[in-house]
Antibody
C-alpha cells in the first residue's frame, strides 16, 4: 500500500515561489497518477493538476495554468508541485493524492503561508 | 469546467438517524463520482467511488447512488465519528469538487 509523505510547512513572501514534495513509500510508483489539491483556511477542496510519473506529462487545472508546475522523479519516488507568483490568496494546505480515478490515498498536507 | 453543487451546506442530524446529502453536476459525469469525508485537521478520506462502490474499509452504513447529474450519499444510523464535512468529486473530465456539506450534531 502506497503511503505519501509531504514536505514541511513553508512561509513565503508575495511574488515568490514554493515547491512542495510528496514522497511515496510502499507499493508501486509510476503507474498511478499523483494529483495536487489545495484547501484554503475554512474553505473547500480545489484540484490543481496531476501527473502520471510513468508517462511524465502533467495536466494542470485551467485556473492555475502558467503558474503551477507539477513534476515527478521516478528514481526517488517523489512528486513535486511548484506554485509561482504567490499571493495571499494562495495561503492554504496543499495535499498530494494518489489516484487512478478517485483519490485513493492522501498525503498529510503541507501548510503554505503567504505573508509579507 | 464541470461545476459540482452540493446541498444542503449544513445538515443537522441526531445520532442514530439518517443523513441524505445531494450532489449535482453541471453536465453528465456518468458514474464518475466519488465522495470523501473530512474531519478537522485531517486529509480527506475516500468513501465511495463509481457513484456507489464503497472504498475498502468503509462501513456499510455509507451508501451512494445516482448517475448522470444527480447523486446522493446516504449515511444510515449516524455515529459520532460520522459528524464531518463531506465532498463530492467528479472525475469524468479533469477533477472538480463540490463545496462540501457539513454534517453536524442536532
Amino acid at each position: 500500500q502506497v503511503q505519501l509523505v509531504q514536505s514541511g510547512a513553508e512561509v513565503k513572501k508575495p511574488g515568490s515561489s514554493v515547491k512542495v514534495s510528496c514522497k511515496a513509500s510502499g507499493g508501486t510508483f509510476g503507474d498511478y497518477a499523483i494529483s495536487w489539491v489545495r484547501q484554503a483556511p475554512g474553505q473547500g477542496l480545489e484540484w490543481m493538476g496531476r501527473i502520471i510519473p510513468f508517462i511524465g506529462l502533467p495536466t494542470h487545472a485551467q485556473k492555475f495554468q502558467g503558474r503551477v508546475m507539477i513534476s515527478a522523479d521516478k528514481s526517488t519516488r517523489t512528486a513535486y508541485m511548484e506554485l509561482s507568483s504567490l499571493r495571499s490568496e494562495d495561503t492554504a494546505v496543499y495535499y498530494c493524492a494518489r489516484n487512478s480515478t478517485a483519490f485513493i490515498s492522501w498525503g498529510q498536507g503541507t501548510l503554505v503561508t503567504v505573508s509579507s | 469546467e464541470i461545476v459540482m453543487t452540493q446541498s444542503p451546506a449544513t445538515l443537522s442530524v441526531s445520532p442514530g438517524q439518517r443523513a441524505t446529502l445531494s450532489c449535482r453536476a453541471s453536465q453528465s459525469v456518468s458514474i464518475n463520482l466519488a465522495w470523501y469525508q473530512q474531519k478537522p485537521g485531517q486529509a480527506p478520506r475516500l468513501l465511495i467511488y463509481g457513484a456507489s462502490t464503497r472504498a475498502p474499509g468503509i462501513p456499510a452504513r455509507f451508501s451512494g447512488s445516482g448517475s448522470g447529474t444527480e447523486f446522493t450519499l446516504t449515511i444510515n444510523s449516524l455515529q459520532s465519528a460520522d459528524f464531518a464535512v463531506y465532498y463530492c468529486q467528479q472525475y469524468e473530465t479533469e477533477r472538480t469538487f463540490g463545496q462540501g456539506t457539513k454534517v453536524e450534531i442536532k
